[in-house]
């Protein structure tokens, strides 16, 4: 059974910088995803890793966005900079394992002054 948890949201500044953590025994070495979504937007991919941890952006977020992965704390980052109110949503993580899609609850990121 994967679980994931997210963590590290919160609110920040204009401009500012947070980190959002996903935490799991699914984020080991595998291919895993942040998505965000805005209130009354669909559901949209941000970045990936993969097992190889290769990485891919999402253009709005490229040049201000990083994932990464710690794979001995079983843990992948999503770190944001020259955050906008643009980038307000809840951010998730996902994870597939044996044909099956996993998903964290969810994290709250707001970017407001």
């Known amino acids: 059974q994967v679980h994931l948890v997210e963590s590290g949201g919160g609110l920040v500044q204009p401009g500012g910088s947070l980190r959002v953590s996903c935490t799991g025994s699914?984020?080991?070495?595998?291919?895993v995803a942040w998505y965000r979504q805005a209130p009354g937007q669909q559901r949209e991919l941000v970045a990936t890793i993969s097992n190889g941890d290769y990485t891919n952006y999402v253009d709005s977020v490229k040049g201000r966005f990083t994932i990464s992965r710690d794979n001995a704390k079983d843990t992948v980052y999503l770190q944001m900079d020259s955050l906008s109110s643009e980038d307000s949503a809840v951010y998730y993580c996902s994870t597939i394992q044996s044909g099956t899609v996993y998903w964290g609850q969810g994290t709250q990121v707001t970017v407001s002054s």
């Open positions: 699914g984020s080991n070495s595998a291919f």
